[in-house]
């Protein structure tokens, strides 16, 4: 695919960190015609980069109101295949503001005990003095 631009470049040949550089670049500078074919390249050629460094997207996607199509992309992800979210390798280090809208997604399809069991999960992860035991936890700990 390449950049429908004059002087374009061909962002096969680009890593996918440097796209979203260019993602974000052209969001600040309100480029929309930019951004759409961006969002629309990750989207189709890239989603499997994406699904392992889910945090990185979908913190990334809010950011910026214009990056639409990554936000709905990753609200699909997370409604139709929670799993992968909660089994990738960098679900512990997601920030708690973004977990707490992962869980609160109306159209994720997940048990409420499933939910819960990823929270203690990502708790204990970030709080490794904790107990592990949670039957065991007292007020004070229930603060993950």
Known sequence: MVWPFEGGISLEECNTSEIFKILDAA????????????????????????????????????????????????????????????????YFSILENLLISLIQNDYLQMSEVQVWEQVIKWGLARNPELPSDFTNYSKNDSKL
């Open 27 to 90: 969001g600040e500078l309100s480029l929309q015609e930019l951004v759409a074919y961006l969002q629309s390249f990750l989207i189709e050629n890239k989603a499997n980069w994406m699904e392992e460094n889910f945090n990185f997207v979908y913190q990334t996607s809010f950011e910026n109101n214009s990056f639409l199509e990554l936000q709905k992309y990753c609200t699909d992800l997370i409604s139709k295949e929670p799993a992968k979210i909660f089994k990738s390798p960098n």
